[in-house]
T-cell receptor
Framework: AQSVAQPEDQVNVAEGNPLTVKCTYSVSGNPYLFWYVQYPNRGLQFLLKYITGDNLVKGSYGFEAEFNKSQTSFHLKKPSALVSDSALYFCAVSADYGGSQGNLIFGKGTKLSVKP | NAGVTQTPKFRVLKTGQSMTLLCAQDMNHEYMYWYRQDPGMGLRLIHYSVGEGTTAKGEVPDGYNVSRLKKQNFLLGLESAAPSQTSVYFC?????????FGSGTRLTVV
């Protein structure tokens, strides 16, 4: 069965410092990996995805994530955090079913708080 | 291009009442999903559909029914609401990789 773990309920970072939000996954076969962000009282917005190819993927708002197959991880990173990055971040995974995507399974979310 | 639209945005129900949540997408996506979001639980899949006229159960389907009579619409029904169904409900649609989400429906059952 597929699963996603976000080991930190909350991450606190000072503005201007680098940030990392951790995600590990478990799937049978090749994974499709995603990061979404949710601002208060809003729906989820797509940040970036890994399907295949380069292990380092770049997404919206300066975020990037690195796919590490041996560690089954897909950590979200940003070199310099902004106060406006404060939000709830979700990692999600699905399995590759012969080139089509299975259902997305979401982690429980990590609240990112960036202080001025 | 509206994307994924959910109605209503807010609703308060009494225990035992019924209601239907509507999800509409204008992107011609084949796949549609209903999730519920609860604090500390992330998003959990209720039901999904891989095409018009098809539906399937997700992780937490009990107490809910769905219908996909038209490709663009995916309805979520609560026949007899319970306080445990108090949650924020999100609809999503997809074509290949990744989902597009609606803005959510906040449901309170008292």
């Amino acid at each position: 069965a597929q699963s996603v773990a976000q080991p930190e309920d909350q991450v606190n970072v000072a503005e201007g410092n680098p940030l990392t939000v951790k995600c590990t996954y478990s799937v049978s076969g090749n994974p499709y990996l995603f990061w979404y962000v949710q601002y208060p009282n809003r729906g989820l917005q797509f940040l970036l995805k890994y399907i295949t190819g380069d292990n380092l993927v770049k997404g919206s708002y300066g975020f990037e994530a690195e796919f590490n197959k041996s560690q089954t991880s897909f950590h979200l990173k940003k070199p310099s955090a902004l106060v406006s990055d404060s939000a709830l971040y979700f990692c999600a995974v699905s399995a590759d079913y012969g080139g089509s995507q299975g259902n997305l399974i979401f982690g429980k979310g990590t609240k990112l708080s960036v202080k001025p | 291009n509206a994307g994924v639209t959910q109605t209503p945005k807010f609703r308060v129900l009494k225990t035992g009442q019924s209601m239907t949540l509507l999800c509409a997408q204008d992107m011609n996506h084949e796949y549609m999903y209903w999730y519920r979001q609860d604090p500390g639980m992330g998003l959990r899949l209720i039901h999904y559909s891989v095409g018009e006229g098809t539906t399937a159960k997700g992780e937490v389907p009990d107490g809910y029914n769905v219908s996909r009579l038209k490709k663009q619409n995916f309805l979520l029904g609560l026949e007899s609401a319970a306080p445990s169904q108090t949650s924020v409900y999100f609809c999503a649609s997809s074509y290949t990789y990744g989902y597009t989400f609606g803005s959510g429906t906040r449901l309170t059952v008292v």
